[in-house]
């Protein structure tokens, strides 16, 4: 018996044109991966950001501008919170109404804050706000007040 003059299997030829339709299938394959990674990193940058927003608005009511107008706050180690404060409308002195005794300040203010993300700026924000500063029993500064200097 004689062997085959030929012998089944693929031609050089074959195998080239099977590796170029894997590869031009691959190509789109790829940037979709790519793309949708992207766009994935975006969303989670997005909805951190949203959480903290929503955090430091809770930790905003707080804070009383006309006590403390400035002051920074570590609520992580790599996350930092940074306000100053401008006023608005400058505090008031009048007396309490339906109250014998005491005097209460009021002004408005917006606060600016800033978000700081491993000794970066993330991002800023602004809250306007009611600060005051009130003494029960007119006493002289510094003796009895809520919400001012102590």
Same mark, same amino acid.
């Given at each position: ?10 031609? +050089?030829?074959? &195998? ?13 394959? %790829?940037?979709?991966? =790519? #793309?949708?990674?992207?766009? +994935? &990193? ?13 955090? +430091?608005?809770?930790?905003?009511? =707080?804070? #009383? ?12 180690? =790599? *996350?930092? *919170?940074?306000? =100053? ?10 007396? %309490?109404?339906?109250?014998? &005794? ?9 606060? #600016? %804050? ?20 009130? #003494?029960?029993?007119? +006493? &002289?500064?510094? %003796? ?7």
């Amino acid at each position: 018996m004689t062997p085959p003059s030929h012998t089944r299997g693929f031609t +050089l030829l074959e &195998a080239i044109v099977a590796l170029v339709i894997i590869g031009v299938t691959l190509i789109p394959v %790829m940037a979709f991966l =790519t #793309n949708a990674s992207r766009q +994935l &990193a975006v969303a989670a940058d997005v909805t951190q950001r949203a959480f903290v927003q929503q955090t +430091l608005l809770a930790y905003c009511e =707080t804070i #009383n501008p006309l006590s403390t107008p400035a002051g920074e706050v570590e609520l992580t180690p =790599t *996350l930092h *919170l940074r306000w =100053t404060t401008e006023e608005l409308v400058a505090p008031t002195k009048k007396a %309490m109404p339906g109250s014998r &005794a005491g005097d209460t300040r009021v002004g408005f203010y917006r606060i #600016n %804050m800033v978000v700081i993300r491993d000794d970066q700026e993330w991002f800023s924000y602004s809250v306007r706000k009611v600060g005051f500063q009130f #003494n029960p029993l007119g +006493l &002289a500064p510094g %003796m009895g007040e809520i919400g001012g200097p102590r």
